[in-house]
């Protein structure tokens, strides 16, 4: 029996992962949730799962459940909040395996207490590889506890590794669907809408994620992700255009093999690669083969889409730079959003606020949270300098 913490249990890849433990009683059980703001939820997961221990956002929050349960007649379960309660959930002495799906540095602490108390860790916040990831990794490394990837690529690349030894790679390859403007012309760019932006071809996402998609900055971190996860330099971290999506990501040998990973695109399946690693157990997540007709893949333009050639500079860097690409492209994301920014100002902006970002080494998480409030106070000038001057006075 594999004992669970879940942080950020309210969540897309939170309520996916209780679904894999709904499917799978005899092998995993919840022992902690880190639940947030939305209570009816987080309510329902305490009196479904029964957990030790549930956290959420804030003091009133944790009232107000504290209520709700006792009047349900449920006085066991320990209720806490805050910063301190998610590392309470990550560290909690019952837990084996903390799946950290906290969106945003909110998740960075908690994730990095979990991997220092020894435990197996899954990874669905880009966070904490993309800002955090030299810190959590060493510390993984240091432990002797395998960090796991939940993201679609990260996990096919994965479960390639396995076909061959880390010094017999040539490079990874992850895939990208290309987002909304694959097929536009540069000249286009300075007329993208936020509603064009938001609509991704494949995929239904959150709104950053989505334009990170359209600018290709999801992308770029996950290269970042890629270097930091399996201690690999930015050169030998491909991107390959793939608008179908089938193809989660491959691995290029020595010999010149290479190796990929199809299935269907549901995360149920990644988590429950995570959660039985080093072990696979039948599911019913079947991937139809014999209905595939073609695969494409074409190179990314990175002249068209300057967030990727950003993401593989910050990751060359390292430090202070990837704590920024990531704070700086959060606010001229929301910026963008929120009509205050035009699509291309978004790498602009981004680029000087990295530039003028040290690349020292994170020592502490500490510092991490430190240099992420400074690009973001930063960026958000740069926002506010931006949406005063009328849009045609600006130099492209
Ligand atoms: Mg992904």
Redesign the pocket.
Known sequence: MKRIAILGSTGSIGRSTLCVVESFPDRFQVVTLAAGRNLDLAFEQAKRWRPRVISVAAESHANNLRVRLNDSGITDIEITHGATGTVRVATHPEADFVVSAIVGVAGLEATYEAVRAGKSVGLANKECLVAAGELITAEARRQGKPLLPI????NAVHQCLRGGKMNEVRRIW?TASGGPFLNTPKSKFADITVEQALNHPTWKMGNR?TIDSATLM??GF?VIEACRLFNLPPEQAAVIVHPQSTV?SLVEYVDGSILAQLSVTDMRLPILYALTYPDRIPSDLNFSLSDLRHLDFCPPDMEKFPCLRLAYEAAAAGGGKTVALNAADEVAVSAFLDGNIRFMDIPVLIEEVVSETSAGKMESIKEVLRVDQQARASARERVARLAGVPVAARQN
């Open positions: 993201d679609s690529e990260h992850l994620i999801n992308k996950e989660h």
